[in-house]
């Protein structure tokens, strides 16, 4: 096939639980072992001990807890990334696992104490811009972030891996505000050059497309 073809030729869009879910490279290893089990179910067992902590200890627990905890949620949702099937309710696993990240991210602001709050409200703020860009960038103009700045948001669970490094080493609330200075640079910037600079593709993603994945 010449190179030109092989630019013409129609590639497949983007799956959008995919997208939405916003995996790392912890995620989408653990990912690789395909249980027949629903996604929603997995992403569900990933939160749930992670509330029953944060309801037993608030922000007394100790830092072999909050590891445990942080490694079940990358192994349960890990799971979930790769649960086989696509009921009518798979796309309920993904603000689960939205939620899930949120609250282990406070979770572990409040382990460093009150002044950590400020900066994980930084976080998320950044976080949340990411994954509103993740949603309507694909739905409105067929594409999805550059590599390199999915590349360096991590993932849902390499951010939960930095907090929780940021907690041990002690290096917050400091470390969050680098982090989420960082992210929010690198979000607003590429996505403004991605849709100003690179401009409007004509080919946005169907609601019947986006139907079929729900």
Do not use: C, N
């Not at 010449?2 to 990912?31: F, N, Q």
């Not at 608030?58 to 799971?79: E, I, K, P, T, Y």
């Not at 360096?152 to 929780?164: E, H, I, K």
């Amino acid at each position: 096939m010449s190179a030109a073809a092989a630019v013409l030729e129609p590639t497949a869009p983007p799956d959008p639980l995919a997208v939405y879910r916003d995996d790392g490279p912890i995620a989408r290893t653990v990912g690789r072992v395909h249980l027949s089990a629903p996604a929603p179910l997995l992403a569900l067992a990933a939160l749930a001990p992670l509330l029953v902590a944060v309801a037993a200890t608030g922000g007394g627990a100790s830092d072999a807890l909050a590891g445990a905890v942080v490694a079940w949620v990358l192994l349960a949702g890990g799971l979930a990334t790769g649960a086989q099937g696509r009921d009518k309710i798979a796309w309920a696993g993904t603000p689960l696992l939205r939620l899930t990240e949120y609250v282990g991210l406070i979770w572990i602001a409040a382990l460093h104490g009150e002044s950590a709050y400020p900066a994980a409200y930084a976080l998320l703020g950044a976080l949340a811009f990411r994954h509103y860009d993740l949603v309507y960038r694909l739905r409105h103009r067929g594409v999805v972030p550059a590599r390199w700045v999915s590349a360096l948001s991590l993932g849902w669970d390499g951010r939960l891996v930095l907090a929780f490094v940021l907690l041990v080493a002690g290096a917050l609330p400091g470390g969050f505000y680098v982090v989420a200075a960082v992210f929010g640079a690198a979000f607003v910037g590429e996505a403004a050059y991605g849709w100003v600079v690179v401009g409007r593709v004509e080919q946005p993603l169907g609601d019947d497309e986006e139907d079929d994945e729900l």
